[in-house]
């Protein structure tokens, strides 16, 4: 029954600050490396926006952040992000570890616990011991370092695929093996490419153009082998140990 | 989303507490009581609003159209109304939605061109500025939740460098090398897209005028809220033209021949 109090005022329709864009972004952390992902297709409803609008974005030379959910506050949380470590970099001479960026965007998401930023994170890059790390966030600001994460629009079709995959979960090792704890650079690649061809087949949202970046640790021997990929760009801003690069591939823009 | 805990978990409202698992007949309100509330009164709606816009990348620059009716409702109410509008040397932007909120636009664009201008710095604002002051402000609209409630695009050329991109109500922001707003993304967005998607460095400007004559006749077709009279904004490396108002040939003779719609005896 309706109250008397929704009553005494006329309907109106309110107005909605946010919407979904679409599109999903995935990171998986190898000992001495990062891959973080995102499919470029933006969205609204059935229609394509755009088929080229990044979501993934070198905040450092060892961190890489993703973000998903809705664009407007999405690009508006990296720019905030990207002027805090900027002031850093003028307060303290060097860049900041990525723990702490980690901790900084849980506190910048949760300062809007009230009035959240409608958009899913994910922190990718190179801790300060060298091995490769994962953060994912949730809008208000809960974290947790992981393995591997997948997010957004097809999260629920990609996560599976990479806990089977990442973890072995469901998988028996052969007599007398066992599942590796980490995989090579080559095989993570792999595995992030068949999920966007994946998601893109079976995601309306998901699809256009795919942007793999590559955070490698100092001293990483998978360096060569990158230099020479075909269509791998190198982003590494200063010559800092770490490298970043980036590698595009196409996906179906149907 | 609902903010507060005591909430959470609880069925929506009483209608569907079919277990009456929630103690109390209505849910609490735990907000502070505003005795200006129904004083303050936000845009919540657009009253007269203009409907789409299509703009495309062709070889030398921009192209944008945008028809001449501002609309009150249902009623064609205005039908002279620009909705093209050149800020400074390099950029146009065009507007639908609201258009009141996008001359109000209009007048800080302008405002701030003379600012530019009065500095003499050396400096100019080009499209990239502009999108990117625009971009801004609607956020923070919207982040007041006392949104600008407008569709713009906004095009141009600087320093060589063709700019297309669009920004909205809600602050979402993209580039493409086809736009199109409102009926517009639904109905010319295909046809603009593919006309133009992997040509926008040999499509000439007639071509370019031509594709987008025809989008316009099509939404006039569909468009319920759309008018045959509409101007053309070209932006190159020459500056910034916005043409007289142009009158679209159309042909009605096919109506007769429809049936099944209709009250027609046969």
Known sequence: MPDMNSLAHPQQHQFNPYTENGGTILAIAGEDFTVIAGDTRQSE????????????????DKAVLAVNGFAADG??????????LEWYRHAHAKDMPLRAIARLIQTMLY?????????YNILGGIEEDGSGAVYSFDPVGSYEREACRAAGAAQSLVQPFLDNQIYFKNQTPAQDTSHPVHLPLHSVLALVIDSFTGAT????????GLEMYVVLARGNPAL????????????????AEERVFVIRRDLKKD | MDHFPTNWGRPRNDLSDAYGTFPLAQRPYNGGKDMFAEGVKHTQQPIVTGTSVLAIKYKDGIMMAADNLASYGSLARFKSIQRLHPVGKYTVIGAG???????????ILDDTIIEEFAAS???????VEIHEYLSQIMYARRSKIDPLWNSLIVGGVKDGK?????VDLLGTTYSASTIATGYGAFIAQPLLRKAVEGNENTLTEDAAMAILEESMRVLYYRDARSLDKYQLAKITADGITVSESRHLQTSWSFAEGIRGYGAQTQ
Do not use: C, W
């Open chain 1, 45 to 60: 409803g059935y229609s394509i926006q755009t088929r080229y609008a990044p979501k993934v974005f070198r905040l450092t």
């Open chain 1, 75 to 84: 690009n508006m949380f990296v720019k905030k992000v990207r002027q805090r």
């Open chain 1, 111 to 119: 300062a809007r616990r009230f009035f959240p930023f409608y958009v």
């Open chain 1, 201 to 208: 087949e079976r995601h309306i949202e998901v699809g256009d």
């Open chain 1, 224 to 239: 060569q082998s990158l230099q020479d990929l075909p269509g791998a760009e190198e982003v590494t801003g200063t010559q």
């Open chain 2, 97 to 107: 939605g609201d258009m009141s909120d996008f001359q109000y636009i209009q007048s």
């Open chain 2, 121 to 127: 710095d050396g400096h100019t604002l080009g499209p």
């Open chain 2, 162 to 166: 063709r700019f297309l991109a669009y």
